[in-house]
């Protein structure tokens, strides 16, 4: 075999027999893509990650996927006031690329990259105050789901027209080489983004200025209900790389390692100077667009295929137990972890107040710090202060970064 | 000091504030070695640099983006559109991400787009538009459109300055047309605050940009043929509107004119009228009118365009249906 699978021959006969979308990594442009040639598994960064490191993988894709059933209660007790949007069997790309990055790195998630601002410090109380729509929720209920941000910790909230954030981190970036700072930038994309204008400029630009960018494209099968065939004509998302003059690098979206690995090395070329790097990181969307479709369009079958033989945290228990000689009582100390941290969450987030409707009139400009309300709205002129940040904000749990 | 021309003016607020702010550096199609479509930023690649003055390529969707993302981490960008009808491309990343960023997620977003606008140049239907009236009605952003070299260099301090993103319209008709003695010091045009270009008492004409001198003229030809005194108010800032000054031009006049350059329904004209209806409605002494361009894209030819957009002689008839009501 010429080329190295993505995770070795642990990978064979879990993810290729699936759909053929389980692909290991293969160089398509440029110099750097040689990197993924034949490397020795003492050479791959993930050799690098201690076993702690190891086991903190699991804890986030765990407490990705457990905070999400638990989302997925709520929504059924219509406590998830809007949509309800899962990333089950894709926790390992989120994981395993924002655990690439340094905390002073920031990224910007898609909706299924729950697991990546995890790992950068979004807490489940927040994430559970967001969807139940709470006044002390990170955009004071103003926003969606997993719609938002802190530069602080390293995340950039998302908004729902595809592709415009590759041009925002385009100038995240511009910012970090224009200041000299030792900083990358890691922005999600989804398949059906890759065909929006805003996908192209963005990605285009930043490749011309060769800023510390890595755009990741999470090849998930569908947009919506549109699989990748009537998205695009191109064999596979990592060729559009070669008309962009950039690398790309095409890994196992479902292997949490192969996932570190590509993610680390494209973050180390953008550190020193290599510029973008284009990652297409195959899995497959097991759930809905959202909680509300029935998933009418896939093949019958397909789910079920995936879910038995490709799923990512169960791929990744035969790494622990087989490599890092975990325990069974080592992983069920993880699990009740993020079941308590996930029913501590919950209780609180059960708790928080909604938003007083006048508190929707504050912040749109930093000056004026209010709007006035119309004059056939009653109700009091306070509302809270424009600067004023929901408690628990800026929260960074070190001890959880999993890297330094 | 010499005068300097409404051109000359935008350039001299933007080399004073890279001067002042090293977190100022300005993007966009051909403004570095070219110095831009209309050279207003000739000479800033050779005082400033490539990193701070930044060639992109043909993509309104990441210049504008890219605005943003630096502007998240502290930068100032000052970005130009080419024409200001390539900001159409911009649309999406400007409503739905620049506007709502502070609102939805606590992003700011202090940059400043910019870009020659406007008609009476033959530029035909894709280098003539006035397309103000989209940003207005969004939430979030502020628009400024200047009629003086003054007020040009004055509000680009205050838009650079500013900590939201502000959309500066250029009036390309008054590029080199104009002139006049910048004032001394650290000029400043506060946004939000319209200025009396002219004091009457007879009837009130209020509009922005190059209609403003047409608003001028027609004041001259009725003050020497009808003996009328008109007022005419300059907006300066159409996001926000300056309220104020405009109920007070109402309740001194009791006529009012509001006139643009910019096409007729869903023009500002309507919501300056809605809301001196709702406040000054009492005040006034005969219906609010408009004088507009007509609700077509713009046509290249002479004959065409000046049949379109509004002209003195337009302002002096309806200054005069006013007068008479």
């Known amino acids: 075999m010429a080329k190295k699978k993505g995770i070795g021959s642990r990978e064979s006969g879990i993810g290729n027999g699936a759909t053929g979308n389980g692909r290991s990594s293969t160089a398509t442009s440029a110099p750097a893509a040689d990197s993924r040639l034949p490397t020795p598994d003492s050479r791959r960064p993930s050799a690098g990650l201690t076993r702690d490191q190891k086991l903190d993988l699991y804890y986030w894709m765990r407490l990705t996927r457990s905070l999400e059933e638990r989302l997925v209660a709520l929504y059924r007790q219509t406590k998830v006031v809007g949509g309800l949007f899962r990333s089950l069997g894709q926790e390992a790309d989120a994981v395993g690329s924002a655990f690439a990055l340094e905390r002073r790195d920031i990224l910007s998630p898609l909706i299924r990259n729950l697991g990546a601002m995890l790992v950068k410090g979004a807490t489940p109380l927040e994430i559970l105050r967001q969807y139940m729509a709470k006044g002390d929720s990170p955009t004071r209920g103003r926003e969606l789901n997993i719609h938002f941000g802190d530069t602080d910790r390293g995340f950039i909230g998302q908004i729902s027209p595809l592709g415009d954030m590759v041009p925002v981190m385009a100038g995240v970036t511009l910012t970090f080489r224009m200041r000299r700072e030792d900083r990358v930038g890691l922005v999600y994309v989804g398949d059906g983004a890759t065909s929006t204008g805003a996908f192209h400029e963005g990605i285009n630009f930043a490749a011309v200025q060769r800023l510390p960018l890595v755009v990741i494209v999470e090849n998930n099968g569908y947009a919506y209900s549109t699989p990748i065939e009537k998205q695009t004509a191109a064999r596979q998302f990592v060729d559009k790389a070669v008309g962009y003059g950039i690398p790309g690098v095409k890994a196992d979206g479902n292997d949490v390692l192969a996932v570190y690995d590509v993610t680390k090395e494209a973050v180390d070329r953008a550190r020193a100077g290599g510029g973008v790097t284009l990652i297409e990181l195959t899995t497959y969307r097991r759930k809905g667009h959202a909680e509300h479709d029935n998933q009418s369009y896939v093949p019958a079958g397909e789910i079920d295929r995936w879910a038995a033989e490709n799923d990512p945290i169960d791929r990744y228990l035969v790494v622990m137990r087989e490599e890092l000689g975990a325990t069974d009582a080592e992983i069920a100390a993880i699990d009740a972890r993020v079941a308590a941290e996930v029913d501590a969450a919950t209780d609180a987030a059960e708790q928080s107040p909604f938003p007083q409707p006048l508190d929707a009139l504050v912040g749109i400009y930093a000056d004026p710090p209010a709007e006035r309300p119309l004059w056939f709205r009653e109700g009091s002129d306070r509302a809270v202060d424009v600067n004023e940040r929901p408690e628990g904000w800026g929260t960074w749990q070190s001890s959880r970064t999993g890297n330094a | ?325």
């Open chain 2, 1 to 325: 000091m010499a005068e300097i021309t409404y051109l000359e003016a935008i350039r001299e607020a933007l080399v004073e504030e890279m001067d002042r702010d090293e977190n100022v550096f300005c993007m966009g199609e051909d403004i570095g070695a070219y110095g831009g479509a209309f050279k207003v930023t000739d000479g800033l690649l050779k005082r400033f640099g490539e990193s701070r003055v930044i060639d992109t390529p043909i993509s309104e969707i990441a210049i504008v983006g890219a605005a943003a993302g630096a502007g998240h981490m502290g930068m100032r960008p000052v970005v130009e559109m080419q024409f200001i009808d390539f900001i159409a491309n911009a649309y999406d990343i400007l409503t739905n991400y620049v506007a709502t960023a502070r609102y939805r997620a606590f992003l700011p977003c202090p940059m400043v787009v910019r870009g020659p606008s406007g008609g009476y140049v033959r530029g035909g239907p894709f280098h003539s538009q006035n397309p103000e009236a989209g940003f207005i009605h969004t939430p979030g952003l502020k628009v400024v459109y200047p009629s003086t070299a003054e007020d040009a260099k004055g509000l680009m301090k205050a838009a650079i300055r500013d900590d939201d993103c502000v959309l500066f319209f250029e009036h390309k008709y008054l590029y080199r047309r104009i002139k006049a003695e910048m004032p001394a010091g650290d000029h400043v045009v506060p946004i939000g605050k319209a200025r009396l270009a002219r004091e009457g008492t007879d009837v009130s004409i209020i509009t922005y940009a190059a209609t403003v001198w047409k608003a001028l003229e027609a004041a001259e030809a009725v003050e020497k043929e009808d003996g009328l005194s008109v007022e005419v108010l300059d907006l300066r800032s159409l996001a926000p509107l300056d309220d104020d000054a405009i109920f007070a031009t109402v309740k001194k006049t009791n006529r009012v004119l509001v006139l643009h350059e910019d096409t007729r329904t869903g023009g500002i004209a309507g919501e300056i009228t809605a809301r001196i209806n709702e406040s000054c409605f009492e005040w006034l002494d005969a219906p609010v009118l408009r004088v507009t361009a007509h609700d077509i894209p713009l046509p290249y030819a002479p004959q065409l365009e000046d049949f379109v957009l509004p002209q003195t002689s337009d302002i002096v008839r309806a200054v005069r249906r006013l007068a008479a009501y």
